[in-house]
């Protein structure tokens, strides 16, 4: 059984900067490639970024392409997301999130996603 708990949310000021994390408790880390999505109440979930097994492959957001970045350690079972120059419109709800190997999650359309965590909030004020 696969766990995902993030940690990092917290308020910012646009301009500044957060790193979310994400730890992934279970078997074989590497099997799988990890996403970040947000989501605000009422609205979609949106893919923010993903990183392929390895961590040779990542992917973003037209919206965050730029200002953030994300990274894996396979030794610890640990993805990040480092989110700089916050804008207003990055105030969401994130989400770490894992495909099994063979899934589709390039494009991180979320039913390609298997396992979720709770969430970490963050909010960015103007």
């Known amino acids: 059984q696969v766990t995902l708990v993030e940690s990092g949310g917290d308020s910012a000021q646009a301009g500044e900067s957060l790193r979310l994390a994400c730890l992934f408790s279970?078997?074989?880390?590497?099997?799988?490639?990890m996403a970040w999505f947000r989501q605000n109440p009422g609205k979609q979930r949106e893919g923010v970024s993903a990183i392929s097994w390895t961590g040779e492959s990542t992917y973003y957001a037209d919206s965050v392409e730029g200002r953030f970045t994300v990274s894996r350690d396979n030794a610890k079972n640990m993805i990040y997301l480092q989110m700089n120059r916050l804008l207003p419109q990055d105030t969401a709800r994130y989400f770490c999130?894992?495909?099994?190997?063979?899934?589709?999650?390039?494009?991180?359309?979320?039913?390609?996603?298997?396992?979720w965590g709770q969430g970490t909030q963050v909010t960015v004020s103007s």
């Open positions: 999130a894992a495909a099994a190997y063979g899934r589709r999650w390039r494009g991180m359309p979320p039913d390609q996603y298997d396992y």
């Open positions: 279970g078997p074989d880390f590497t099997d799988y490639a």
